[in-house]
């Protein structure tokens, strides 16, 4: 015969474990921009991406490439001889040459002082094609600044032709195995509280400036890269 005692034990000891959780936070069902903030300020992603070209701006001079529109080599670029923009769209006005990074045949080869891949790859899909294409337009020295995207929205308009996202491991080995290990510089940004903004649509304006002094490895948000092509021995 079991005694009471033990009868209640085996009742707490079987019983479900309820804890005490702290109330949910308030999560928006819905995004405060569908465009990455733009119509609100300046892009969270945005912030750190100007930073880093900023901090590389020495890099962009002589004659340049540069995927779109001449956005940093006018606004940060010096001593520049030439400026080519490349795109896909051969509506882009700003463009003079028209090619799929990817099969980028008609790129001149050991041309470029600097090319620049801003917020570009994710679109690309044979990324070892694109990046063997841009170290082969580049002149001995020359540098390639990229940067892309780990934690984003997606494009609205082109979300069937975006494949991918990227970390620092798969740049280091995307970027290593073409230029050499040691011919690169890979270094992420973002931290849990500008990954959550930036993907709510919030702009720079609205958040605390000391946010984006926090570089998290964990919560990252995209991606640099500095790229040197070897200098030729003779």
Known sequence: MIIAPLKKQIKRVTQPVVRKLKPAPNIPLKPASSNWGVDRGTP???????RFM????DDITGTVLEIKNPRYANSLG????????????????HANIFTDLATADC???????????????QFVYDLQSAVRHAHRSLRPGGILLVTVPCTAQH??????????RF?????????????????IE?????????????????????????????????????????????????
């Open 107 to 121: 790129l001149p080869s050991n041309t470029y002082d600097c090319f620049m891949i801003n917020e570009t790859l």
């Open 155 to 164: 494009d609205s308009e082109l979300k069937d032709v975006e494949f991918w």
């Open 186 to 234: 890979v270094e992420t940004y973002g931290n849990f509280a500008s990954c959550v903004t930036g993907l709510t649509g919030m702009a720079v304006e609205e958040n605390d400036p000391a946010m984006y002094d926090n570089v998290s490895p964990i919560y990252v948000q995209g991606v640099c890269v500095r790229a040197q092509k070897k200098r030729e021995i003779h």
């Open 44 to 50: 969270v992603s945005r912030f750190y991406i100007d």
């Open 78 to 93: 010096s001593a520049l001889k030439r400026v080519d923009i490349l795109d896909i769209d051969t509506n882009n006005r």
């Open 54 to 57: 900023n901090a590389h701006r």
């Open 167 to 183: 970390t620092r491991t798969s740049c280091e080995r995307l970027f290593g195995d073409v230029f050499g290990q040691e011919m």
